[in-house]
């Protein structure tokens, strides 16, 4: 048998396959999510999210510089506020957790990008991401009130804000109120195609914003709706999103190529807290080989057309990464 073409001859060693390697993951494209805390020498373990913690931030400032020595170019802060009200107002404080741990950051790793959630749900003490009354979430109330929100965290020195809410219109108010204060060069990383998904569980116990009542589905959209989430990309757009996030990743590479084909804008895949949460379970039972399972799924990501990871791999994919390149 004489065969022309044999894709093989492009596999036989790991120099070969390294050079004609289609995609990558660098660790230039990893966003690494952190959670703090007010109060001293707090390090407190996420139960369901092994090497995940809620951190002071005395020991925050410590961690930070595991994640500066790695290499990773950014985080994404989530806070805790000692306090949670039914308006959520520890997320506009000027003296807020996530304030105050932007001014620590950029103290200490000017370099090192800050980009800040922007949503109520981890400061209501109902758990919802906006203004309740009669059980239902107010749109546009919570929208002057997010907006608020993301003009504090510039004023802090935050180098990007991220809206999570999945309000309607929300990134035109930020847009807006960030300009009208001085901000025209924060860009803004909407969370535009974000599903009302089963992978957030550990997530809400980081960051204790499990609602007390209903769920988030009025608001986050259905898992089965793809046009959607290109309709929801393109009013953020619209309305001045610089980057869109697609969470989860890895049930959604799908939307995440989409978005990519027809808005071409840079793209985020968020790894959330449960799709991190069953590898760790699965490497830990010694079912899988948690370095090449984490690698394929992160590449997946690029395959796709993210250009940004969002992850809590990070750490871990960083020095994968480095000892690869040895």
């Known amino acids: 048998m004489n065969l022309i073409n044999r894709p093989r001859r492009l596999r036989s060693s790991e120099a070969i396959r390294r050079m004609v390697r289609e995609n990558h993951v660098r660790i230039e494209d990893l966003i690494y999510p952190m959670f703090v805390m007010f109060g001293e020498k707090k390090k407190i373990p996420v139960s369901s999210m092994p090497g995940v913690y809620n951190y002071s931030l005395d020991e925050y400032l410590l961690a930070l510089k595991e994640v500066a020595e790695a290499g990773i170019p950014a985080i994404l802060l989530f806070g805790i506020p000692e306090v949670k009200d039914e308006v959520g107002t520890g997320a506009y404080d000027h003296h807020g957790i996530i304030q105050e ?9 000017p370099n090192l990008y800050v ?3 922007v949503c109520l749900c981890e400061y209501t003490d109902h758990g919802h991401c906006g203004i309740i009354q009669e059980g239902k979430v107010l749109n546009d109330p919570t929208l002057k009130l997010l907006a608020q929100t993301a003009v504090s965290h510039a004023e802090a020195g935050a180098d990007m804000v991220a809206p999570s809410d999945m309000m309607d219109g929300r990134v035109a108010a930020i847009r807006e109120a960030l300009d009208d204060e001085g901000y025209s060069h924060i860009p803004i990383m909407s969370y535009s195609a974000k599903f009302a ?4 569980g550990p997530f809400r116990e ?3 914003s499990t609602p007390q009542f209903g ?8 898992p089965p709706n793809g046009n959607e989430a290109m309709l929801e990309t393109a009013l953020d757009i619209e309305e001045g999103a610089d980057i869109i996030i697609v969470k989860p ?11 990519k084909e027809q808005f071409g804008l840079p793209v985020a895949a968020y790894n959330v807290s449960g799709e991190y949460a069953m590898v760790k379970a699965a490497a830990e039972k010694g079912w899988i080989d948690e ?10 990501m690029k395959r796709a057309g993210a250009d940004l990871i969002i992850t809590y791999h990070a750490l871990d994919a960083a020095r994968w990464i480095k000892e690869d390149q040895l």
């Open 101 to 109: 741990a932007v001014r620590l950051t950029k103290l200490h790793y």
């Open 115 to 117: 980009i800040t959630d």
């Open 197 to 200: 998904s089963a992978f957030y």
């Open 206 to 208: 980081a960051a204790g």
């Open 215 to 222: 769920d988030r589905r009025t608001y986050q959209m259905d």
């Open 249 to 259: 990743a890895l049930a959604y590479g799908d939307i995440t190529y989409r978005t």
């Open 291 to 300: 370095k090449r399972v984490v690698m394929e799924s992160l590449v997946s």
